[in-house]
């Protein structure tokens, strides 16, 4: 395959192969090419009176300065490539639903179309972006994306990118050039593939695997049914909000333990698993930026990954033995980020697919999920975040007041799962850690 910098043309297309983790997409929505499973999508609430042509002509600012909007994926000689289409017109639909009897219906009747329709990768935008009015100082801005072209950390850049030029109402679309500088990137991570850095990340996933045995239906003992048994969309969705004494519990045990709040939820969940599957060997997913450097946080692409957290004799050990466990694997799991999980499987020999070595992802997105436009301030919601096992947990940075948890489940798998009662054990759970004590506990 050729070098992902080697641009070449096809009828005066720039043409890119797809980098490791895009053809990893790739490959697997070809096999669910109907599927809307890799559609990742936000919504931005923008509070105040927003200018619709200065927001237009920041969108389209935003989409030519970067080029993985402007993506399309095709085969070039029986090759999967993306080639550049210039999308910096693409259309921003804009809905006004104000004086409506049925605002909150019609609202999420345009939000689901927008998100579980399937993408056509090679012949449509790979975004979707719609505008819609809700009240006179309400606007929300609606973004899906196909994850073959971007992940979550690049549909924040994305939002913060529009809104900077929307607040600075520049002229200039770009500077550089955006297709190089994407280009360039994704050289870089090929070069990784055949790298001395690559070798020894390797060989740590391998250490923190080997003899993970595959999660079977058989394993799980649920007792609570799902309440949509007959769901249209591939996920569902349910927030929680962790405050109080709880939250405040919460900090002081993680403090503590120098540790993090999100790792005492990683902690929680992984006691669930285990107490459902009657394990004592645990493992969890772990979405990772995939990325290490400036440089490459600041390019747009699809580069994220996903990493693992393995717990063993869990019966075995206290409540601060698993948390600090957990701790000393996510530092170690930052540090060997880049390993793609496509190739985690060839080292297990028991494994067939990766997927089998996790039901829980625990998705923790320290991003920020507010922008200035102008003087208009906005709130970001999560609405999917990529292909899901069985079980997400996805939040970001903890506020003064709590922690924003959405809790996102896999409809169409085979496995039961009531979103309320796994809220109301991990609540629960979480408690038993702040009670006095019980750190030093056996499990």
Partial sequence: MNSPSS?????????????????????DQLQQDTSPHYNIGQITTIDGQVDLQRFRAAAEQTIAANAALNMSIRTVDDVPCQIFVDRK??????VDLRGRADIAEERQRIIDGALWRPFDLEHEPLFRWVLIQTRDNE???LQVYHHIIVDGWSGALIAQRLSEYYSTHSPAISTGDPLAAYAEHLRSEAEYQQSARHDKDEAYWQSILSGAEPVLRSDTVVAAQSSDPSPEA???????????SLFSGLKKVAQSLDTTTGNLIAGASALLEAMETGRDDVTLSIPLLGRTGGAARSILSMSSNVGHIRLTDIWSQ???????????QMRSALRHQRYRIEDVAGLIPNIENVSQLSRIAINQMPFERSWMFAECTSRTTYLSTGPINHLALVFGNEGEAGLHIDLFKNTVSDVPLDLRIYSERLLHTLDQLCAPGSLGAPL
């Fill in 7 to 27: 641009i070449r043309t096809a009828t005066d297309t720039a043409v890119i192969p797809l980098s490791a983790a895009q053809l990893g997409v790739y490959f």
């Fill in 89 to 94: 017109h693409t259309e921003v639909p804009y």
């Fill in 139 to 141: 606007l929300d801005w």
């Fill in 234 to 244: 591939p996920f569902s969705r349910q927030a929680l909000l962790i405050e109080g």
């Fill in 318 to 328: 206290t409540q601060r033995q698993v948390l600090t466990s957990i701790k000393h």
